[in-house]
């Protein structure tokens, strides 16, 4: 995220609003704390080794998925929905800082449909975002799970009391699993939806790489006749995917990409600039992530803690695409720019990086013993960074930028700076 150049805390009202549903309000005693806790940890080798995928017993027959156990549910709910909340702000910020119309405010409400919901943690990402930038919005939550039905339903009034102007339309429905391409091409048909979404659910409903791209290519014909069909209020298309940021989803995610970037009717918007070849593809063992870092609540901090789990930041995956006709491009889009793809790394005699360019990854430096006003500024620079100019020698070295937007920065009501007395 080209933006991002500070911590932030997860917000308040949201943190009162989980705590007002799974806590009545207060912070969670020890015991109903480590109730919790003891069901996270048997979660947790489904969720970060089998990356939610059904599971198959000794005979080949699956398991009942873990999201139709209540206690599952409720233990997912409350830990991993604030966990995983500020993705979506994220990745619609960057969007609305590049002026891309992902989201106009003025084009009256928007159709959201998001596939593999769970417990709603898209729309809490969502409304919360969309109440800083008024926005209304129309949202369908797409679930194989009644039990995570429930939950998402539940939950709701906790949140629109902690945002009570907020323009929040939603409605949760059952979709069968296994047949997602039929149900979806049908469900886009007929609600015609603006964005599709996708939030760490692609690999969960279709683990096989050709089955996945087989029904994403159905969902996105799909889409691309709802856009040539036209609508009153000419919104373009988009389906946005979001991915966890470890090394197997982000490549699978990359692959994708690949496909996706070879259609007509579809355009690669973000985080990669243009419809490059991707860098991260290169080489077998690379991938490409987000980061930001993340003061959570003491109460989600502790029952991580319980649970023999951390988080500090959120780490992701996502992808932006327009379908149909695209949209305009956005006044100063950086379409030839640079995007910094790793952290800064300092040695002895120097600060580098690795980029994200037009030509595929590329390493940049800035030697201690060459540094100048011109590229001094270049050391630091942080992960997501874009550069609209970059002038690199034959070895690397940094001879000139030009930063994308050096004014940009974190909106603090969005993204709250970090307090030192916290009491959610």
């Known amino acids: 995220m080209h933006f991002v150049r500070r911590a932030f805390e997860f917000p308040e009202p949201l943190s009162k609003a989980l705590l007002a549903h799974f806590f009545k309000g207060e912070n969670p005693n020890i015991n109903a704390r480590r109730s919790l806790a003891h069901t996270l940890r048997e979660l947790w080798p489904s969720l970060a080794l089998g990356r939610g995928q059904v599971e198959k017993d000794s005979t080949g027959a699956p398991i009942r998925h873990y999201s139709h156990s209540r206690a599952c549910a409720e233990a997912y709910g409350a830990y991993y929905l604030p966990a995983n909340a500020m993705k979506l702000p ?17 084009a009256g409400p928007l159709r959201w449909l998001d596939v593999g919901c769970g417990p709603g943690t898209a729309f809490w990402g969502l409304a919360w975002w969309a109440a800083h930038r008024d926005l209304k919005i129309e ?16 939950l709701v009034p906790a949140l629109r009391g902690q945002l009570p102007a907020a ?24 609600s015609k939806p603006h964005v599709v979404s996708f939030m760490n659910s692609i690999g969960e ?5 050709g089955q996945r791209s087989q029904w994403l290519g159905e969902i996105i014909e799909a889409l691309a006749r709802v856009a040539q069909a036209g609508d009153s209020d000419g919104r373009s298309r988009w389906l946005v995917l979001v991915e966890p940021g470890s090394k197997a989803a982000s490549r699978e995610l990359l692959e994708m990409r690949e496909s996706l970037r070879a259609r007509d009717d579809v355009r690669v918007w973000l985080p990669c600039l243009s419809a490059r070849p991707c860098g991260a593809l290169a080489k077998p063992d690379d991938w ?12 989600l901090v502790a029952l991580g803690a319980d649970a023999e789990l951390r988080k500090e930041a959120v780490l992701f995956s996502y992808l932006i695409v327009s379908v149909g006709a695209p949209p305009m491009t956005p ?10 793809v790793s952290q800064m ?6 600060t580098h990086c690795l980029l994200c360019t037009g030509k595929g990854k590329q390493k940049a430096r800035v030697l201690n013993s060459r540094q100048t006003p011109d590229n001094g500024r270049f ?23 030009a930063d994308y937007d050096a004014a940009t920065g974190l909106d603090a009501t969005v993204f709250p700076p970090l307090r030192s007395n916290r009491r959610s």
């Not at 949760?172 to 886009?188: P, R, Y």
């Not at 409903?205 to 790489?209: G, K, N």
Request: proline share 4%; net charge negative; aromatic share 10%.
């Open 331 to 340: 006044a100063g889009w950086p379409g030839d720019g640079s995007r910094v």
């Open 288 to 299: 490409c992530h987000e980061a930001a870092e993340i003061q959570f609540p003491d109460w």
């Open 90 to 106: 994220l990745i619609l910020e960057e969007a609305f800082s590049f002026g891309l119309p992902l989201a106009d405010a003025g």
């Open 205 to 209: 409903m279709a683990p096989a790489p």
């Open 345 to 350: 790394m300092k040695e002895k005699g120097l």
């Open 379 to 401: 050391s630091e620079a942080v992960r997501g960074q874009v550069f609209s100019q970059l002038q690199l020698s034959e070895k690397g070295d940094v001879t000139g930028f």
């Open 167 to 190: 323009a929040l339309g939603a409605r949760w429905e059952i979709f069968q699993h296994g047949k997602t391409g039929n149900v979806l091409t049908e469900k886009i048909r007929l």
């Open 139 to 154: 949202y369908t939550g797409l679930e194989q799970s009644t039990q995570f039905i429930a939950l998402a339903e539940a």
